[in-house]
């Protein structure tokens, strides 16, 4: 449980206030930070955003019977926070200086006080450009085959600086694992997180040019991503576990470690071979293969190799395990990159490294299947938050979409020109999807396969709807 005798530590509390006597007792701290689902005996963490302030919507909070409401300190709440101690004398209120940091705080005590406890819990980060939901919940149900119900991993993508928060309040004393997701979009994102987190293993998936807008280069999105790798080798001695793909230029470069793996089916001391459904990993002078039917696509098979490679690396004595676990796999629903019918929907999120890696694996299990690709189709979108890159980028993909012999393809949005600037003879081009619904009907009933990815702004998976 997250111990009320944290708050005794926090340094961004600045005032506490009850009737009752909060320091001769310990209770539970129950974190809510959303208004709308919250329950009795919760602790409500009102939040502070650019266009608002969750403290507007406390009345009900107060209603509903709260533990613990923490508020961001001005003049005004000072004054007020001693008559709503008298109103609601069961109620313990604290002010601090920025509710966001009260809940970052926290939550690191909360991390220190779950490892304190048994040192033989470990914490697992988990970033990178593409994939790291995908990669989570991989490391997540081979790691759950070994140890049952003890692990413990984002739910969803609250992979930010409230999520990481979130999950780590979810910690108790029977969870052995922390699988802690990691996401950013601005440089130094990742090092607040791996200072919440404490992460003393992990991976990196890739780097891609995701936020480029924001951080400006590859280099700065390498750098960016390999603070999770400085911030294990710092927790760890060294020791901790890493595993990335060494087909990646960039994490090929990452400084060596005692506890770092590369794998990859071209470069790393870890080869893997993939051939249909079969993954064979050849590593520690074993040979130890995967047979997984349920996962179509190339890319998620070598997903699968590297987090299973992870796994037996953590876990040396369990291997066996492992690649049964990994044999048996199959994809969560997340509303992502999936199958539906012969139709690949991937309308999420798109940048120019998912993009050429969803095309490129399109194409493998096309060929795997023996299906020409004048038999698909293709159906292109927007890629966001490229910045001053969007045009290049966008015409880099349709040259590496036409050199792969792709013939049958749209490109929609308001990006559709830069594809056109790299294949200039699509078999048609839309600036939004309502003006490509009368062709869609078409694709979907004269081509055996579809393929369809772009940013999550074109919200392309209506398209599923359309018959």
């Known amino acids: 449980m ?20 909060y320091n001769s007792r310990e209770f539970e701290l129950i974190i809510n930070t959303d208004s709308r689902s919250f329950k009795t005996g919760e602790t409500f963490v009102a939040l502070v955003g650019e266009n608002f302030d969750a403290f507007n919507y406390v009345e009900g909070v107060l209603e509903n019977n709260a533990k613990v409401v923490v508020f961001n300190s001005n003049k005004d709440r000072e004054e007020m926070l001693f008559m709503l101690a008298a109103f609601f004398p069961k109620i313990l209120f604290i002010t601090v200086k920025d509710t966001l940091e009260f809940l970052q705080e926290l939550a690191g005590l909360h991390m220190d006080a779950w490892k304190k406890t048994d040192k033989e819990r470990k914490v697992i980060g988990v970033t990178g450009s593409n994939g790291k939901t995908t990669h989570k919940e991989m490391i997540y149900f081979l790691l759950n085959s070994i140890l049952p119900s003890k692990v413990l991993a984002t739910k969803g993508n609250l ?61 700065n999105i390498f750098k960016e991503k390999g603070t999770l790798y400085n911030s294990v080798v710092k927790n760890s001695k060294g020791k901790g576990t890493f595993v990335v793909n060494g087909d990646d230029q960039y994490l090929c470069r990452l400084k060596p470690s005692k506890g770092l793996s590369l794998y990859g089916e071209l470069n790393g001391e870890i080869k893997i071979e993939i051939n249909g459904e079969k993954i064979l990993i050849n590593m520690d002078n074993k040979r130890l293969l995967i047979d997984n039917k349920n996962i179509l696509e190339h890319h998620n098979l070598k997903n699968l190799a590297g987090t299973a490679i992870f796994t037996m690396k953590l876990f040396p004595k369990k291997i066996k395990k492992v690649i049964e676990a990994a044999s048996n796999y199959q994809q969560p629903s997340m509303n992502r990159s999936q199958w539906e019918g012969h139709i690949f929907l991937d309308a999420y999120n798109a940048n120019p490294s998912s993009m ?92 055996k396969y579809v393929f369809v990815k772009a940013s999550r702004s074109l919200q392309l998976e209506t398209l599923m709807t359309i018959v």
Not at 5 to 17: A, E, H, N, R
Request: hydrophobic share 40%; aromatic share 8%.
């Open 2 to 21: 997250v111990s009320s005798k944290l708050l005794l530590k926090l340094k961004s509390i600045k005032t506490m206030v009850s009737a009752f006597d």
């Open 159 to 219: 992979n930010n600086h409230i999520g990481v928060p979130l999950t780590i309040f979810r910690l108790t004393k029977k969870h052995k694992i922390a699988i802690i997701e990691m996401g950013m979009n601005h440089a130094g994102e990742i090092k607040v997180l791996c200072d919440i987190a404490k992460p003393e293993h992990g991976m990196i998936t890739n780097v891609g040019a995701a936020h480029i807008e924001f951080l400006k280069s590859m280099e």
């Open 356 to 447: 050429r890696v969803s095309i490129d694996s399109f194409v493998m299990t096309m060929k795997d299947k023996n299906i020409s690709l004048d038999d698909c189709y293709f159906v292109l979108g927007d890629m966001n938050e490229l910045g001053d890159h969007a045009p290049e980028m966008h015409k880099e993909i349709a040259k590496h979409v036409k050199d792969l012999g792709i013939k049958n393809i749209t490109f929609i949005g308001r990006y559709r020109e830069f594809y056109q600037r790299g294949l200039s003879d699509p078999r048609s081009s839309f600036a939004t999807k309502e003006e490509f619904h009368e062709e869609w009907k078409s694709a979907r009933k004269n081509y």
